[in-house]
């Protein structure tokens, strides 16, 4: 130490709940003299969560009002010193220019590179270490660590690595060194003592600033230390986790050690480590020990968060009860609704207005804050219902055209004019980063969202990042593409936090190392298996430990021993912890983190206790288990009396299906379809057919070749357009071909068995009289009707599907009402029903038997139940698998969570 060594004092204080109340008694004495007036004073702390402790704590210690000195971390010193120094946005854009010019890496890279380099080069001016000023000494050291002689990549390495230091070393000073340089002039200017807090060996930045200051006042520093303490609970704690320094023994040995030590544990009822099944049963847990602590009087109660999943969980469920829980950590701004905005309308011009991509940019809440309700919402569903009407999946100016056509769409266009104007905001080709920002916010205006960002928390931090970056980066000359550029500001919204200030509580969640001396009454610590809770791992540009070594960076054990400081400073500080994890990850094991684990296993050999618990059972009542009870609405009020054959087929698949859809008009939006599905399929073979037909009513006497030749002209004719638009539609066309040498060899039968085409796509009604009175419509459209000379007539159902799902339907006849409702609808005369399989080489008929039978008891039990639904009868939600494995009311019954199965007398039959 220089000639000011008697003025620089350290304490090594037990890290433990007294650890600043320690502190402040030894401010308090060395500086009594002073009182009541300590406000010369400067106090230095590593976090400002402490600085409301340590006041508390010297109003104690001085037994007395005092005036408070100043406190303040050595970043708060420094910014109010106007330390500044380049941006690290200035420093990122600078790295990827020199790497895109160079040619190093391939560009998709760049942008990780960039974000490993700066934490090296902040490392590097963190512990003043500096690489040396030769390449070849670089590489020479390189080549010592790896134990590897001539290696071309080390050559590689060393380049790359002293290049880009060597240049930003000559540029403007970085944060670090515009600290340090800051730091420096205030300590010349050090007029009373200084106090520093340390969360364990000081950095080299504030073993400067203390030497500096001790040049000119006393200084005294205060370290936590828990291997000198004398704490029973320190002492176990230093046995499970022993120091570097310590002789290393085995676990079995120090467990021995601790037993003969300590009789009883410390930690029994001071710890619990709880294996929960899932994440429910992990947020489960975690919100069963806060409401038992907060029933208990505790009032700091501390959610750490190592899994964000499971705090989100267990967040909801606090919430839900009224817990409300102040979130120090924030969440990432890239996960905001105002984020998602800025997301949406990037893919909205990366895409060329992607159909999908349009519609969430124009559900957000933010945008069109200058246009009443009124025109938002009608243009939105316009547009929606438009974009499927006409099958548009994408183009800006395409949507306008075709809507500005139609008379009902005004609002729509409306909506599509100002993203346009709001597209032509935006740069065409490449521009420097601050013009992007610019331009972004421009487009922002034009789409009426800033009034809307501006009054919402979240959008605020989102525009003051961009306002920010656009200021650092004005005199930055460098053009990104817009690709580049994206990748660039997706980056900065995933580092950049947002943090909700509008909620105090005494329930704070926070993270590990936000804890380290802090004092609360109990805290659970969630997600502490192997993946979420380990130490911070190395970047991959110099991460060899040799390396590492050899250059003076930190060290996997220096982390390492970090975690198990702050689990150690969490446990002694905090009344009561609780450490939560999920056993199992899908099917695979999730293990509980090596240092809980050796805890758990060196607590069990010493005291009989692993700690390990199960969740213990919620609230009796809070959560039944039962389920919600299966819905069985009754509405005669809103029953229609205009039934399609497709409507009575819900009716009997799924009662509640059909009240959802037919009786509330809850079916599924029309969307707009990228690639044909196997309904477009079948609908396009039914046109190809009603017009070969209609070409052909009879293909008897004609050549195979010919009638083959104009099927497929058709069926090429109908599927040119999707075929168009999307090549691999072709294998759709290929499979019905297949089929057409077969269907024209079977009409040719059917016409030798006598039976002619008679039409296709025959609309038809019938009015059934009901038993109370008035009648219902039955209505229904017939694929095809065949006629032969006397008079008899055959319902035909094209279907393209296996022959062998439609004869298990027709197992059932009583259960498919299709062909049944079409006889029904077509009289008396028709003599023959079937589906007609055109799944393979040659077309299945399978026929319902008795059709006129089928018929007149498919109409009285229609009448019946129609009847029993004016009455009042119920609508359960009973369908089978098979029903609802695809129905789209499956989430509105809620089926999955039914408390009760409806017994088969319950289900409404006749």
């Given amino acids: 130490m220089p000639e000011a060594a008697h003025h620089f004092i350290t304490h090594r204080i037990p890290c433990s709940a007294d650890f600043l109340a320690c502190c402040a008694q030894h401010i308090v004495d060395a500086c009594r003299s002073r009182l009541p007036d300590l406000s010369p004073l400067l106090i230095v702390l590593p976090s400002p969560a402490l600085a409301p402790g340590l006041r508390q704590a010297l109003v104690l210690a001085a037994g007395r009002a005092v005036l408070l000195p100043r406190i303040a971390t050595l970043a708060q010193l420094a910014a109010d010193a106007n330390a500044g120094g380049q941006p690290d946005s200035q420093r990122q854009l600078a790295l990827y220019r020199q790497l895109r010019e160079r040619g190093w890496f391939i560009d998709s890279a760049l942008w990780e590179i960039c974000t490993e380099l700066i934490a090296l080069f902040d490392e590097l001016n963190e512990r003043a270490l500096g690489l040396p000023e030769d390449e070849a000494e670089l590489l020479d050291r390189l080549e010592r660590a790896y134990a590897a002689r001539g290696s071309q990549l080390l050559r590689f390495e060393a380049e790359v690595v002293h290049r880009l230091w060597r240049a930003e070393a000559s540029g403007p000073p970085g944060r670090h060194a515009a600290m340090a340089l800051a730091l420096g002039r205030l300590a010349a200017d050090g007029e009373a003592p200084l106090f520093m807090v340390g969360e364990g060996e000081l950095r080299p930045v504030e073993a400067a600033f203390c030497e500096a200051w001790a040049a000119r006042q006393p200084v005294t520093v205060f370290q936590p230390r828990r291997d000198e303490a004398a704490m029973p609970l320190l002492r176990a704690l230093n046995y499970i986790w022993p120091s570097a320094a310590a002789e290393p023994q085995p676990l079995v040995v120090r467990a021995d050690m601790a037993r003969a030590d300590m009789p009883q544990s410390p930690l029994a009822g001071r710890l619990r480590l709880v294996a929960a099944a899932s994440l429910e049963e992990e947020a489960e847990a975690v919100a069963a020990a806060v409401r038992r602590w907060l029933g208990d009087g505790r009032k700091r109660i501390a959610l750490v968060a190592a899994d964000r999943v ?28 105002a984020a998602a905005l800025v997301d949406a309308w990037l893919e909205v011009v990366a895409a060329d207005a992607y159909h999908r991509d349009l519609l969430d940019l124009l559900k957000s809440p933010f945008v069109f804050g200058n246009l009443s309700e009124g025109v938002r919402q009608a243009g939105l569903l316009q547009l929606e219902n438009g974009l499927a009407r006409h099958n548009l999946s994408s183009g800006l100016g395409r949507y306008e055209a075709v809507l500005a056509r139609e008379a009902d769409c005004s609002e729509a266009v409306i909506l599509l004019k100002h993203v346009a104007a709001a597209r032509r905001c935006m740069p065409q080709g490449s521009a420097p980063a601050a013009d992007w920002l610019t331009r972004l916010e421009q487009a922002l205006d034009n789409l009426g969202a800033l009034p809307g960002l501006e009054n919402d928390e979240a959008g605020k931090t989102l525009l003051e990042l961009l306002r920010a970056r656009r200021d650092e980066l004005f005199a930055v000359p460098a053009r990104l593409t817009f690709g580049e550029w994206r990748e660039w500001l997706n980056r900065e919204l995933e580092g950049a936090a947002f943090v909700d200030r509008g909620i105090e509580s005494p329930l704070v969640m926070t993270h590990l190392a936000a804890t380290r001396l802090r004092c609360f009454d109990a805290a659970v610590l969630m997600g502490a298996d192997r993946d979420n809770l380990k130490p911070a791992l190395s970047g991959a540009i110099f991460g060899n430990r040799a390396v590492r070594s050899e250059l003076g960076l930190s060290l996997p054990e220096e982390t390492a021993a970090r975690l198990r400081d702050d689990l150690a400073g969490l446990i002694a500080c905090c009344g009561e912890v609780v450490a939560t994890w999920q056993i199992m990850r899908g099917d695979e094991a999730n293990l509980l983190c090596p240092e809980l684990d050796i805890l758990s296993v060196l607590h069990g050999c010493a005291w009989g206790d692993d700690l390990v618990r199960r969740p213990v059972a919620a609230v009796a009542g809070m959560h039944s288990g039962r389920g919600t009870a299966m819905p069985r609405p009754a509405a005669p009020q809103r029953l229609p009396l205009r039934l399609s054959a497709s409507a009575y087929a819900s009716l009997m698949a799924c009662p509640y299906q059909f009240f959802a859809r037919r009786m509330l008009g809850l079916g599924e939006v029309e969307e707009v379809r990228e690639a044909l599905e196997k309904r477009d399929y079948g609908e396009r073979v039914h046109r190809i057919l009603q017009r070969f037909h209609a070409t052909y009513a009879q293909l008897s006497g004609q050549a195979d070749e010919t009638l083959a030749g104009t099927l497929e002209r058709i069926s090429r004719e109908v599927f040119a357009s999707e075929i168009e638009a999307n090549f691999l539609e072709h294998a759709w066309l290929m499979r019905w071909l297949a089929c057409v040498p077969g269907y024209i060899a079977w009409q040719k039968a059917r016409e030798a068995g006598g039976w002619r085409y008679a039409g296709g796509e025959l609309v038809r009604e019938r009015a059934l009289p009901l038993a109370g009175g008035g009648e219902l419509l039955l209505q229904g459209r017939l694929d095809r009707l065949d006629r032969r000379a006397d008079g008899s007539e055959a319902v035909l159902d094209y279907k393209t599907q296996a022959a062998q799902g439609l004869k298990q339907r027709l197992a059932e006849p009583a259960e498919d009402v299709q062909l049944a409702c079409y006889v029904l609808l077509q009289g008396e005369q028709v003599s023959e029903a079937a589906y007609v399989a055109l799944d393979g080489e040659k077309p299945v008929e399978l026929l ?17 139940l129609v009847t029993a639904l004016q009455a009042g009868a119920a609508l359960p939600a009973h369908g089978v698998d098979a029903v609802c494995a695809w129905c789209e009311m499956r989430g509105l019954c809620r089926r999955d969570y039914h408390a009760d199965q409806v017994d088969q007398t319950d289900a409404m039959q006749p």
């Avoid at 817990?323 to 969440?331: A, M, N, R, S």
């Avoid at 319902?848 to 019946?864: K, Y």
């Fill in 310 to 337: 499971a705090a989100r969980r267990a967040r909801a469920l606090l919430e839900r009860d009224g817990i409300l829980v102040q979130d120090e950590t924030g969440w990432k701004l890239s996960t905001t609704r």
């Fill in 848 to 864: 319902l038997p008795d059709v006129q039978g089928m018929a007149r008891a498919q109409g009285e039990r229609l009448t019946t």
